[in-house]
């Protein structure tokens, strides 16, 4: 079965452009869930998508959004880039269904550089 | 104050040494995480517990409810297990289990040969 899947791997921008990540999740799982990684702040949460729906949110401010298509696979964006977005962001697919407790499985990340 | 805290963080043992990772949690859980980092990025789930103790192959993961600790232990420690090794937690009651995981800040691990 192939694995969680992100593209693009790595990403240039420049302040106040906008970008977008995609995660193809592994197939049969529902949930897609995003983190960010910086040095200073470590990993943190962003926001899980469930069947098409935000189920979670983290701390981040609006520029960060996301989406999630009928089938699984997820999108991230993020407007009016800062500096601070320089990071890599992960994600992670599970199967998603409650109750239980949900392995993740993590994609290789994109690694965005903002300058 | 962290809602979860890693102990050491960082640790350098020789090949074969037996090792120990420590996290401590402050908050009500429903299930706890341990993953592994290498350089690179790949983040790999090594165990998720919610009691009691996990084994696979040289890793062991146990976990103590009532005191909110987790150890990861390696036994026969190898260089191939150099990487960084994260502790993160689901806040929550079991039933109303999220993906929202807390993390902490990681044991960066160095198993020389």
């Known amino acids: 079965k192939a694995g969680v899947t992100q593209t693009p791997r790595y990403l240039i921008k420049t302040r106040g452009q906008q970008v977008t990540l995609s995660c193809s999740p592994i197939?049969?799982?529902?949930?897609v869930s995003w983190y960010q990684q910086t040095p200073g702040q470590g990993l943190q949460f962003l926001f899980e998508?469930?069947?098409?729906?935000?189920?979670n949110k983290g701390n981040f401010p609006g520029r960060f959004s996301g989406r999630q298509f009928s089938n699984s696979r997820s999108e991230m964006n993020v407007s009016t880039l800062e500096l601070g977005d320089s990071a890599l962001y992960l994600c992670?697919?599970?199967?998603?269904?409650?109750?239980?407790?949900?392995?993740?499985?993590f994609g290789p990340g994109t690694r965005l550089t903002v300058l | 104050k962290n809602e979860v805290e890693q102990s050491p963080q960082n640790l350098t043992a020789q090949e074969g040494e037996f090792i120990t990772i420590n996290c401590s949690y402050s908050?009500?859980?429903?299930?706890l995480h341990w993953l592994q980092q290498h350089p690179g990025g790949g983040i790999v789930s090594l165990f998720m517990?919610?009691?009691g103790k996990k084994k696979h192959g040289r890793l062991i993961a146990t976990i103590n409810i009532q005191e909110k600790h987790s150890s990861l232990h390696i036994t026969a420690s190898h260089p191939r297990d150099s990487a960084v090794y994260i502790c993160?937690?689901?806040?929550?009651?079991?039933?109303?289990?999220?993906?929202?995981?807390?993390f902490g800040t990681g044991t960066l691990l160095a198993v020389q040969p």
């Open positions: 992670a697919s599970s199967l998603g269904g409650r109750p239980t407790y949900n392995e993740q499985f």
């Open positions: 908050v009500g859980i429903s299930a």
């Open positions: 993160a937690v689901e806040r929550g009651n079991y039933g109303g289990a999220t993906n929202k995981l807390i």
């Open positions: 517990l919610s009691s």
């Open positions: 197939s049969g799982h529902r949930s």
């Open positions: 998508y469930f069947s098409e729906t935000q189920r």
